[in-house]
Each structure stands twice: as structure tokens, then as C-alpha cells.
């Protein structure tokens, strides 16, 4: 499987070359990238989940994350991670090995297979990918989920006008992240064609620098309540970064 072109063009430093996966996945590494944020990240994402649970992961991610993830849902529930780099797969199965519960394979984010799933965690992923990826990403994800289940995205936002790293973090996006501005500017659920079948809500952390997102399906447990839809506009696409 070919690697999407975005990726290898902006992010073979980070995900493609074996000497970067042994030095960018370490937990003091992600920490400082996300400044000192990490845990509190990890800890938010894995709370949406349930032991017992089936839950897919889009993408690797370097650090616990995913081991946290595997134990959240332990001894019942199972992890299924994809991830369109084959390196990056072999490697997250070695650092997997001795979770029973989780397995990886190598899919793109966009075309998960048909399987259905409790929830679907997908952790820093959508600032990396172009709009049109994001939208088939949101969408594919979302079609994966079970009646009464709930997928949670976890990414970059727009930090507050007064945030002291708002400057660093658009020169930042500027040089290194070219796809995350956008998720300054459009909410994640205007990337999902059928929004309004899903229940949202989003929280900000960090002075608004990130934010957990989640989409409930509407089913046992859980119906969409119609006066919480997401009904806002669609994302401004390809416009010039802020
Ligand atoms: C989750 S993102 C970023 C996570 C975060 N920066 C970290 O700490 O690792 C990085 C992963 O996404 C994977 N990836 C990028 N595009 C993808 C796609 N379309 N489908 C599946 N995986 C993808 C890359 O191969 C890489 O392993």
C-alpha cells in the first residue's frame, strides 16, 4: 500500500524512516510536543471508552497512548489499530506485543474495512491530513461506528487570542503542520457530510490549544437530541491560513 502523498511530502521525518520512529517515540518526546499536555490528552481520549468494549484507533501513535487505550478496555474489550505506514504498524505490533487485546493492521484511515465498532478514538490525525482526507477520514470513521456508539477526535484547535504559544503554534503550523490551520478555523463536525446523525460535543483544553471532540451515534443508550445537531456551516476549505 502506497503511502498518501501529504504524508510522505510533509511527514517522512516523523513517521517513515526508522531512526526517527526510535527517537520521536518516547513519552518525554510527545509530552514536550504537546506541552506537557500528553497524559491529560491521553487520559481524555481513553475516558469515552469502556472495558469490554471493540474499539478502532485510525492511526498509530507514538508514546503510552495506545497501550493506555488496550487497558482501558481490557480483559474483554479490544483494540484495533490501522495505520497506512507499514513501518509504523510493525513497529506499534512489537510495542503492542504484550497486550493480548490489541492488534494492528496496515488501512488507511479513510477505508477502515467493514467492520463495526463500540467507539473509534482518532488522536492527532485529522491536523496532519489535507480537508478533502479530513472529510473522507471523519466520514469513514463515523460509518464504522455501532448504533449507540461514539467516536472521539482529539487535535489542535485555535488557542485563545491572549494564549502565550499562540504565536509559536501558528509559526509552527506555518513551517511543519500546513493541514492543522484549518482546524483552527472549521469544528470537526463540519467535516462530516452527515452531521446531524450524531450527537456532538467539544471541549477545549489548554487555554483552547486543543480539543476533544465526540460524535455519539444515536442508538441503544444514547439518541440524538435534534436541538444539539451539529447545524453549522461547512468547513472553508483551502482558505489562507489565519
Ligand atoms: C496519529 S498521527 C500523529 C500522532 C501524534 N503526533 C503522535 O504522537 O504520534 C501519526 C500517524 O498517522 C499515520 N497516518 C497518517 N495518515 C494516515 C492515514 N490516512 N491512514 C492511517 N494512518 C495514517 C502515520 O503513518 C503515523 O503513524
Known amino acids: 500500500m502506497a503511502v498518501p502523498d501529504y504524508l510522505a511530502q510533509t511527514y517522512t521525518w516523523a513517521y517513515l524512516r526508522p531512526r526517527a520512529v526510535r527517537l520521536l517515540d518516547r513519552e ?26 471493540h474499539v478502532l484507533q485510525a492511526a498509530s501513535v507514538y508514546g503510552s497512548q495506545p497501550l493506555q487505550l488496550a487497558d482501558r478496555l481490557a480483559p474483554a474489550g479490544r483494540l484495533t489499530v490501522i495505520d497506512v505506514s507499514r513501518l509504523q504498524v510493525e513497529h506499534l505490533r512489537a510495542k503492542l506485543a504484550t497486550r493480548a487485546n490489541a492488534s494492528v493492521r496496515l ?106 471532540v465526540v460524535a455519539h451515534r444515536s442508538g441503544p443508550g444514547r439518541r440524538a437530541a435534534a436541538h444539539l445537531r451539529y447545524a453549522g456551516p461547512s468547513p472553508e476549505r483551502n482558505s489562507p491560513a489565519p
Open 28 to 53: 518525554v518526546v510527545v509530552n514536550a510536543i504537546l506541552w506537557g499536555n500528553y497524559s491529560r490528552l491521553v487520559r481524555a481520549a481513553c475516558a469515552q471508552f469502556h472495558p469490554g468494549e
Open 107 to 212: 488501512a488507511d484511515a479513510t477505508a477502515p474495512g467493514p467492520e463495526t465498532y463500540d467507539g473509534v478514538c482518532c488522536f492527532f490525525l485529522l491536523h496532519e491530513m489535507p480537508d478533502a482526507y479530513k472529510s473522507r477520514t471523519v466520514n469513514a470513521l463515523l460509518a464504522r461506528l455501532k448504533p449507540g456508539g461514539r467516536a472521539v477526535f482529539v487535535d489542535y484547535a485555535a488557542p485563545r487570542w491572549f494564549h502565550p504559544l499562540r504565536g509559536v503554534m501558528w509559526l509552527v503550523n506555518r513551517w511543519l503542520e500546513p493541514y492543522a490551520a484549518s482546524l483552527w478555523r472549521n469544528p470537526i463536525a463540519s467535516f462530516a457530510e452527515r452531521a446531524d446523525q450524531f450527537h456532538w460535543t467539544e471541549r477545549r483544553l489548554f487555554l483552547g490549544l486543543y480539543q476533544v
